[in-house]
């Protein structure tokens, strides 16, 4: 893929990110921008196949793991907007304690 797909691909999980907040969405856009213009423009070969890969796994980071919580009017909640795109964990790493885990926990005082 070209870095014209990565740069794209960016802002539109930035897009889907960021939505309702036009605030951090316009700050999103400028420094995908400004770290598109500082990385790949004096990029080239091997060195800007990594950062175009970097970029798409940005991009993928961005959609499936970052949400927004809005205030919930009046209360002390909050509600998580959650996407289709959005990971979801089971959980299941907390529930099976100190398996395939290497070292000794003490309790901290």
Do not use: W
């Not at 960021?18 to 990385?39: C, M, P, V």
């Not at 091997?46 to 970052?66: G, I, M, R, T, Y």
């Not at 919580?69 to 909050?78: H, L, P, R, T, Y």
């Amino acid at each position: 893929m070209s870095a014209i797909h990565a740069y794209r691909a960016l802002l539109r999980a930035a897009q889907a990110a960021f939505q309702g907040d036009s605030k951090l969405l316009l700050a999103s856009h400028r420094e995908i921008r400004a770290q598109f213009e500082r990385n790949l423009g004096s990029a080239s070969g091997d060195d800007k196949e990594e950062k175009v890969k970097h970029a798409f796994e940005v991009a993928k980071f961005l959609k499936q793991n970052v949400v927004q919580a809005e205030k919930v009017d009046g209360q002390e909640q909050f509600k998580l907007r959650l996407r289709d795109e959005t990971e979801r964990g089971d959980n299941e790493s907390i529930k099976t304690p100190l398996k395939g885990r290497v070292g000794k926990f003490e309790k901290c005082s």
